[in-house]
């Protein structure tokens, strides 16, 4: 008979923890704090930004994205966010999509404006700027792509002549390739 007192105390002690857990989830996530306003912001990309995303003023979450459609008029990522009640955001403020660390995933910081007026529900953010794709910075420094090649491509269009042809008189007139001094480098 002891035996099953122990497993049934164990077996409420496993419940109320369980039931603290739920608990603490549903407050954490503040699936409680229902309501706020839309709020619509159009980004070329929208790279990592998901339904539940968070959109923060100043690193503080004041609301989540909602949804999210492609505009098939003009090809942009459509974002509708749901801001908090108690926040007021100007009608001149700027939407941008940040990334939460280096390797971290993004949001939506809200950049506040200095107008006097405010963005009702179902306002558009007018000014926004996209995700910055980190593998495609990262794959033009490898890989070139950068000022002084892009020059002398335009040197070579003007010119009628292969871009190759360019960067070899490029060089020549920077001594890299002197015959009269072979450790001539152009820096």
Do not use: C
């Not at 039931?19 to 954490?28: V, W």
């Not at 306003?37 to 339904?51: C, E, H, N, P, S």
Request: charged share 25%.
């Amino acid at each position: 008979m002891g035996k099953h007192i122990f497993e049934t105390v164990i077996g409420a002690i496993v419940l109320i923890v369980a039931a603290a857990f739920l608990y603490f989830a549903y407050n954490s996530t503040h699936v409680s704090k229902s309501g706020g306003y839309l709020l619509v912001a159009k980004f070329q990309k929208a790279d990592g930004i998901v339904v539940g995303t968070d959109v923060r003023i100043s690193g503080i979450k004041v609301g989540s994205v909602t949804k999210q459609e492609l505009e098939t008029s003009s090809f942009l990522a459509k974002i509708w966010m749901s801001v908090d009640k108690s926040i007021k955001v100007p009608d001149d403020s700027s939407a941008e999509i940040v990334s939460d660390g280096l390797l971290g995933g993004k949001y939506i910081n809200l950049v506040p404006g200095a107008e006097d007026s405010f963005l009702k529900s179902g306002g558009e953010i007018r000014y926004t700027q996209s995700a910055v794709n980190l593998e495609t910075l990262i794959g033009k420094y490898i890989f070139g792509g950068t000022k002084k090649d892009e020059d002398k491509s335009d040197k070579a269009d003007k010119s009628g002549e292969s871009s190759n042809d360019a960067a070899t008189k490029d060089d020549n007139k920077a001594g890299t390739n002197d015959k009269k001094n072979p450790f001539a480098t152009g820096l």
